[in-house]
């Protein structure tokens, strides 16, 4: 029995060996990575915030990125930018089982099959001036109901031509099927089932948002001439080639308002303008940075901030901040799963993982932080091997000249076929 169980934990031991050699095997293509500790490792959601030094080094959109534990299990993961939401989806509906019990009407919405996820109903009833209770359930199978709001109010007064009013009633996000929606007559006007005419039921998403903040590197400005006036020129280093979407000037002028242009340098020969405006203060506002927004967001390491000062002074800029949404990694960790992670990433060639995880993630979610180590190259790290004509770059000479002195050989060959061919063509004149 002893023996057995030790050749088990043998087996064991090497399989998991293989694993991890696989794994490391098959992560050389990736030249960096990070460590990721997920507080105590305890099962649950995480996510961790992709750091700039880390998406200077990926591609662009971040499909390189692949996480693992340190027995070289991949773990699936969703990549989410914390962009600032506010949106607004309607679902198809249909009604039906409307009626009325006592002093409260009711009505079933179906959503159809598969409706997605849902949170919001808007309810349309007869009437001016009163207060309503609404009670809402949702079901799978409109049999079994389970309560998803009660007591919320919708209400609607008028008051020397003008009208407040609020039909909408929130619920935990969902994705039942059915829907019950009842309204209560109001207890103090009326003792009468109010009239529920329509039930439209949406999908509202708002997320404030997370953005990352850095500070720039700000060279000494440049006088130029722009657009035939004097100007300003500022070259803005990000640090990084990154995403970024804004930029907070700190400003020390009491007042001006000049115009401005920012551009994106990286190319010379492709100068990009990404904003233009015009930065105003007056005289006696308090000196807050003042915050740029790009018509769309940037991947890019250099700008270029250009002011217009005509005839005036050129402004005194002490600090210039970037900023970006943040770019988030959310996973969850499993039972078994050993820490520190490891996140890889430098594949310029890598395909995007596509994994179901993501899909399945719900909207709104609040996973705990990890925390990420420094940048470190990867041990296992096998560059692609260059094209032969790279590694030994003298052979295309050697090729040229074996072709040239093919070639030679055939022409000269071809010359002494046609000599010879000549010389029997003039033997055979003389003889006739």
Same mark, same amino acid.
């Given at each position: 029995?002893?023996?057995?169980?030790?050749?088990?934990?043998?087996?064991?031991?090497?399989?998991?060996?293989?694993?991890?050699?696989? @794994?490391?095997?098959?992560?050389?293509?990736?030249?960096?990575?990070?460590?990721?500790?997920?507080?105590?490792?305890?099962?649950?959601?995480?996510?961790?915030?992709?750091?700039?030094?880390?998406m200077?080094?990926?591609?662009?959109d971040?499909?390189?990125?692949?996480?693992?534990?340190?027995?070289?299990?991949?773990?699936?993961?969703?990549?989410?930018?914390?962009?600032?939401?506010?949106?607004?989806?309607?679902?198809?509906?249909?009604?039906?089982? #409307? @009626?009325?019990?006592?002093?409260?009407?009711?009505?079933?919405?179906d959503?159809?099959?598969?409706?997605?996820?849902?949170?919001? +109903?808007?309810?349309?009833?007869?009437?001016r001036?009163?207060?309503?209770?609404?009670?809402?359930?949702?079901?799978?199978?409109?049999?079994?109901?389970?309560?998803?709001?009660?007591?919320?109010?919708?209400?609607?007064f008028?008051?020397?031509?003008?009208?407040?009013?609020?039909?909408? +009633?929130?619920?935990?996000?969902?994705?039942?099927?059915?829907?019950?929606?009842?309204?209560? %007559?109001?207890?103090?006007?009326?003792?009468?089932?109010?009239?529920?005419?329509?039930?439209?039921?949406?999908?509202?998403?708002?997320?404030?948002?997370?953005?990352?903040?850095?500070?720039?590197?700000?060279?000494?400005?440049?006088?130029?001439?722009?657009?035939?006036?004097?100007?300003?020129?500022?070259?803005?280093?990000?640090?990084? &080639?990154?995403?970024?979407?804004?930029?907070?000037?700190?400003?020390?002028?009491?007042?001006?308002? &000049?115009?401005?242009?920012?551009?994106v340098?990286?190319?010379?020969?492709n100068?990009?303008?990404? @904003?233009?405006?015009?930065?105003?203060?007056?005289?006696?506002? *308090? &000196?807050?940075?003042?915050?740029?927004?790009f018509?769309?967001?940037?991947?890019?390491?250099?700008?270029?901030?250009?002011?217009?000062?005509?005839n005036?002074?050129?402004?005194?800029?002490?600090?210039?901040?970037?900023?970006?949404?943040?770019?988030?990694?959310?996973?969850?960790?499993?039972?078994?799963?050993?820490?520190?992670?490891?996140?890889?990433?430098?594949?310029?060639?890598?395909?995007?993982?596509?994994?179901d995880?993501?899909?399945?993630?719900? %909207?709104?979610?609040?996973?705990?932080?990890s925390?990420?180590?420094?940048?470190?190259?990867?041990?296992?790290?096998?560059?692609?091997?260059?094209?032969?004509? *790279?590694?030994?770059?003298w052979l295309?000479?050697?090729?040229? @000249? %074996?072709?040239?002195?093919?070639?030679?050989?055939?022409l000269?060959?071809?010359?002494?076929t046609?000599?010879?061919?000549?010389?029997? #063509?003039?033997?055979?004149?003389?003889?006739?």
């Amino acid at each position: 029995m002893k023996k057995f169980g030790s050749v088990t934990l043998l087996c064991v031991a090497a399989a998991t060996f293989i694993i991890s050699a696989f @794994a490391q095997a098959s992560m050389s293509p990736w030249a960096f990575f990070v460590e990721v500790t997920s507080g105590s490792g305890a099962p649950g959601t995480y996510n961790l915030v992709v750091p700039l030094e880390v998406m200077d080094r990926s591609r662009e959109d971040l499909a390189d990125l692949r996480l693992y534990d340190t027995n070289g299990r991949e773990i699936p993961y969703a990549l989410r930018i914390r962009k600032e939401v506010d949106e607004k989806r309607q679902m198809r509906t249909r009604l039906f089982n #409307q @009626a009325s019990v006592g002093t409260a009407s009711e009505v079933s919405v179906d959503l159809g099959e598969s409706p997605g996820e849902h949170n919001e +109903v808007e309810i349309e009833t007869e009437g001016r001036n009163f207060r309503r209770r609404v009670d809402l359930e949702g079901s799978d199978s409109g049999k079994e109901w389970k309560t998803l709001s009660t007591g919320d109010v919708i209400f609607n007064f008028e008051s020397q031509n003008r009208a407040v009013e609020s039909n909408r +009633v929130s619920y935990p996000t969902s994705r039942y099927r059915y829907l019950r929606v009842r309204v209560f %007559a109001d207890e103090l006007t009326s003792k009468q089932a109010p009239v529920i005419t329509g039930a439209n039921v949406t999908m509202v998403l708002r997320e404030k948002g997370e953005l990352t903040n850095w500070t720039a590197v700000v060279q000494s400005y440049q006088l130029l001439r722009n657009q035939g006036a004097p100007a300003s020129a500022w070259p803005i280093d990000l640090g990084a &080639r990154v995403p970024v979407d804004r930029l907070a000037l700190a400003i020390d002028d009491a007042s001006f308002s &000049r115009p401005f242009q920012i551009e994106v340098v990286d190319d010379p020969q492709n100068i990009r303008l990404v @904003a233009s405006g015009e930065l105003t203060r007056r005289a006696g506002e *308090e &000196r807050r940075p003042l915050v740029v927004t790009f018509e769309k967001e940037e991947n890019a390491r250099k700008l270029r901030l250009l002011i217009n000062d005509y005839n005036n002074q050129t402004l005194t800029i002490s600090s210039i901040s970037a900023s970006a949404p943040g770019r988030q990694l959310v996973f969850d960790l499993k039972e078994g799963a050993t820490q520190p992670l490891h996140l890889f990433f430098g594949n310029p060639k890598a395909t995007a993982p596509h994994y179901d995880f993501e899909k399945e993630l719900p %909207a709104k979610l609040s996973p705990l932080r990890s925390e990420i180590a420094a940048v470190a190259n990867n041990p296992d790290y096998r560059p692609e091997p260059l094209p032969l004509t *790279e590694r030994i770059p003298w052979l295309i000479y050697v090729v040229l @000249a %074996a072709s040239s002195i093919a070639l030679a050989i055939i022409l000269i060959s071809l010359a002494r076929t046609a000599v010879r061919a000549g010389s029997q #063509q003039t033997e055979t004149s003389g003889q006739s």
